[in-house]
């Protein structure tokens, strides 16, 4: 008996593993490059917001309470020709912690209500007694921008360094 088997011959096996090599070598090339791209598009994106923040945001605040004591308004004011697309108000106790709503749920609260260049916004917040006002030591504001680049990339930005704060009974600290 003889055995008539025939496979393919190496040259031709060669071939074919550079093939499919190039291929793969092909795919993983393209994947990485968008990959950079995108990367290097959000980080240019991040840090022109960043600039932005530092030249271009400058808040003012003032705030009062209503005579029930339940209310608190926060009144926001853009000094520069940027306009603000919202804000992060942080209630915190006099230790620095995050306040709570009658000791349920911390008051950190992002509000997208835009505040246009050199205009003021005003922010209302209702509490179910005056006692989470009595135990709010400061509020703290920070504005949040919209950044679009030349190439159209947008992001948002929380200006953490524009950040200001309210420190009861009702003085700004700026």
Excluded at 73 to 89: L, P, Q, R
Excluded at 165 to 173: M, V
Aim: aromatic residues 10%.
């Amino acid at each position: 008996m003889r055995n008539n088997k025939k496979g393919i011959s190496p040259l031709i096996a060669t071939v074919l593993l550079i093939g499919f090599t190039i291929v793969l070598a092909a795919l993983v090339m393209r994947w990485g490059s968008e990959l950079f791209q995108s990367t290097t598009t959000t980080q240019g994106c991040t840090a022109e917001a960043r600039i932005e923040c530092a030249t271009d945001i400058d808040i003012q605040l003032s705030s009062t309470n209503n005579s029930a004591g339940t209310n608190l308004e926060i009144f926001v004011s853009s000094n520069n020709n940027k306009d603000i697309k919202g804000f992060w108000f942080r209630g915190k106790d006099k230790d620095g912690a995050s306040s709570t709503f009658d000791g349920t749920a911390a008051f950190t609260q992002k509000e997208l209500t835009p505040v246009s260049a050199y205009s003021t916004g005003e922010f209302t917040f209702t509490f179910a007694s005056d006692s989470y006002l009595l135990n709010t030591n400061t509020v703290e504001v920070i504005p949040i921008i919209d950044h679009v680049t030349d190439e159209g990339t947008q992001c948002e930005m929380e200006c953490v360094d524009k950040a200001k704060t309210i420190r009861f009974p009702w003085s700004i600290n700026n």
